[in-house]
T-cell receptor, first 109, second 115 residues
Framework: GQSLEQPSEVTAVEGAIVQINCTYQTSGFYGLSWYQQHDGGAPTFLSYNALDGLEETGRFSSFLSRSDSYGYLLLQELQMKDSASYFCAVRSNFNKFYFGSGTKLNVKP | NAGVTQTPKFQVLKTGQSMTLQCAQDMNHNSMYWYRQDPGMGLRLIYYSASEGTTDKGEVPNGYNVSRLNKREFSLRLESAAPSQTSVYFC??????????????FGAGSRLTVL
C-alpha cells in the first residue's frame, strides 16, 4: 500500500522561511510532487523531484532523498498569498499518484 | 485553454439515487484520474485510466464505476449514492513521461452532497 505523512498545520510570519516535510512508504516510486491548494480551489502543481537533490523554482524549492523516503518543500520570503494547503504526492507504478493528507500553511503579517 | 472540465459543479442527491460526474480534457493526455477529497484526508484515488479503454482501481473504488469513453472523456458513476460519498470530487489528467515531471492538471471540482 501507500502511506505519506506530512504535518497537518504550520504557521509562519510574512517574509520568513518555512519547510514542509513529507515521508512516504510506497510499493513503487518514480517521483515526489508538491501541489498547492487554496480554499475552495483545485490543487495546482508546484514541483517534482525524480532524483535526489534540490529543485528550485523561484521562491519555492523541493528536496528529495530516495534512500530516506523523505522530501520537503521550502518556501522562502513568505507572502500572505502563500496561505494555502500543500500536498506531497508520490508517483507510483503505472503513473498513479497518491497524496498525503496535506499541510495547512497559515502566514501571519 | 479549457484544460480539464468537470460537470456538474454542485449536486445534491438523496440516498439511493444515481448520478454520473463528467470529465473532459483537451490536452491530449493519456492518463486520467478521479479523486475524492474529504476534510483532513487529502486526495484519495478512486479510479485511474492509463489510456482509452483501460481503467484500474485506486485506493477507494467501492461504490463507484468509471468509463473511459474516449481519449478526452472519463466519467465517474455512483449507482446508489450513500451519505459516505458526500465529498468534493476532482478529475485530473496527466501526460505519462518516462523522464521529466509528470504533472497532474485538475478540474475545478464537483461538490456532491448525499442526504
Amino acid at each position: 500500500g501507500q502511506s505519506l505523512e506530512q504535518p497537518s498545520e504550520v504557521t509562519a510570519v510574512e517574509g520568513a522561511i518555512v519547510q514542509i516535510n513529507c515521508t512516504y512508504q510506497t510499493s513503487g516510486f518514480y517521483g515526489l510532487s508538491w501541489y498547492q491548494q487554496h480554499d475552495g480551489g483545485a490543487p495546482t502543481f508546484l514541483s517534482y523531484n525524480a532524483l535526489d537533490g534540490l529543485e528550485e523554482t523561484g521562491r519555492f524549492s523541493s528536496f528529495l532523498s530516495r534512500s530516506d523516503s523523505y522530501g520537503y518543500l521550502l518556501l522562502q520570503e513568505l507572502q500572505m498569498k502563500d496561505s494555502a494547503s500543500y500536498f506531497c504526492a508520490v508517483r507510483s507504478n503505472f503513473n498513479k499518484f497518491y497524496f498525503g493528507s496535506g499541510t495547512k500553511l497559515n502566514v501571519k503579517p | 485553454n479549457a484544460g480539464v472540465t468537470q460537470t456538474p459543479k454542485f449536486q445534491v442527491l438523496k440516498t439511493g439515487q444515481s448520478m454520473t460526474l463528467q470529465c473532459a480534457q483537451d490536452m491530449n493526455h493519456n492518463s486520467m484520474y478521479w479523486y475524492r477529497q474529504d476534510p483532513g484526508m487529502g486526495l484519495r484515488l478512486i479510479y485511474y485510466s492509463a489510456s482509452e479503454g483501460t481503467t484500474d482501481k485506486g485506493e477507494v473504488p467501492n461504490g463507484y464505476n468509471v468509463s473511459r469513453l474516449n481519449k478526452r472523456e472519463f466519467s465517474l458513476r455512483l449507482e446508489s449514492a450513500a451519505p459516505s460519498q458526500t465529498s468534493v470530487y476532482f478529475c485530473a489528467s496527466s501526460e505519462a513521461r518516462e523522464a521529466g515531471a509528470n504533472v497532474l492538471t485538475f478540474g475545478a471540482g464537483s461538490r456532491l452532497t448525499v442526504l
